[in-house]
């Protein structure tokens, strides 16, 4: 790994509202980059 990667924390927001990729496949894929999850509601709602 070059840089930064694989050193500096990573973080992802799962987008409940997504309408292209689910909750599901995007924690799927947060998990396969090994990002931190964390539930939350925390996120600003418009």
């Known amino acids: 790994m070059t840089g930064?990667?694989?050193t500096i924390p990573s973080w992802v927001v799962i987008g409940?509202?997504?309408k292209a990729?689910?909750?599901a496949?995007?924690?799927f894929m947060a998990r396969r980059a090994n990002v931190r999850?964390?539930?939350s509601r925390s996120a600003a709602r418009e």
């Open 37 to 39: 999850l964390r539930a």
């Open 4 to 6: 930064g990667l694989g």
């Open 16 to 18: 409940a509202g997504d």
């Open 21 to 23: 990729i689910p909750p």
């Open 25 to 27: 496949g995007q924690r």
